[in-house]
């Protein structure tokens, strides 16, 4: 699938709140709106989206999408597009399971979305060391 993307990652032993809040500074940072799902026994999803009046037009139901799944010394890390879901913060990840939680994205999107997505990686995968 166009922009959909994993890395897996072991005997790091990263401490995976701290790269959940990472990825979330740093999508804020960038200008994102961004939800997380509470951690649940398959990990934890954020999702990101950029505002403004073309994007909501556009794709107001696209989002950048991204799960961590696993332990300190054993985890997969997987970005790419998806659907933004209302509420996410109080919806439990294995609900999300049963939903489209990556979707494929057209030419149009896809540019701008494998730019964001390929820096996110790089910034992770430098935290993560």
């Given amino acids: 699938m166009l922009g959909d993307k994993e890395e897996h990652f072991q005997g790091k032993g990263t401490d995976l709140t701290a790269l959940e809040s990472h990825i979330d500074e740093y ?3 960038n200008g994102f709106t961004v939800q997380t799902s509470p951690p649940g026994d398959e990990g934890t999803v954020i999702q990101a989206r950029k505002g403004g009046f073309l994007r909501e037009v556009v794709a107001a139901d696209q989002s ?4 961590i799944k696993g332990n300190s010394s054993d985890f ?5 597009i998806g659907k933004w879901l209302e509420h996410l913060g109080v919806t439990a990840v294995e609900t999300l399971l049963l939903s489209e939680l990556f979707l494929p994205i057209d030419v149009a999107d896809s540019l701008w979305s494998l730019e964001v997505e390929d820096k996110l990686i790089a910034n992770t995968k430098a935290f993560i060391g």
């Avoid at 950048?64 to 799960?67: A, P, R």
């Avoid at 997969?76 to 790419?80: A, K, L, M, Y």
Wanted: aromatic fraction near 8%.
């Fill in 76 to 80: 997969t890390v997987r970005f790419g």
């Fill in 27 to 29: 999508l804020k940072s």
């Fill in 64 to 67: 950048l999408t991204i799960s």
